[in-house]
């Protein structure tokens, strides 16, 4: 958990396959950044990634260039302070609605919505066990 002016958080970050199943679910504290955490979730993924859709909060020169190295492709909009525009695949962006569609079948149950757990690896856990009854079943 990490601090906020609100109090401790924390920050879901989710990998999800084309049909919208989580793959990979990873914790981080709240005040931590989403783009540092990138490398980590997508060193979980359980299988080759092909494309990485996501939001501005992934925005980074440097993980761009590490993505394309390795063969992804990416679909991630620049933010609005960068000096040089980047290209968005519009139509391929269309499909992050599915993370979206995953965060608001999790957040169905009061327990990962209102995070009562103190502990995160019992937070992880109750979101496991959520995305088992929610997604898969």
Not at 1 to 15: D, E, N, Y
Not at 69 to 87: L, N
Request: glycine residues 6%; contains cysteine; aromatic residues 6%.
């Amino acid at each position: 958990m990490g601090p906020s002016r609100a109090g401790p958080t924390t920050k879901i970050h989710v990998l999800t396959d084309v049909i919208g199943r989580p793959g990979v679910i990873h914790l981080t504290p709240g005040n931590a950044s989403d783009v540092r955490t990138a490398p980590a979730v997508l060193e979980k993924a359980p299988s080759r990634v092909h494309r990485l859709i996501a939001d501005k909060g992934y925005d980074a020169d440097w993980l761009r260039q590490d993505l394309r190295e390795q063969g992804i492709s990416v679909v991630i909009p620049g933010t609005r302070a960068r000096k040089c525009k980047i290209r968005l695949d519009k139509r391929r962006y269309r499909d992050r609605w599915r993370v979206g569609a995953v965060f608001c079948r999790l957040k169905d149950f009061r327990r990962i919505a209102t995070r009562y757990d103190k502990l995160a690896r019992n937070f992880a856990s109750a979101l496991a066990l959520a995305a088992i009854i929610a997604v898969w079943c």
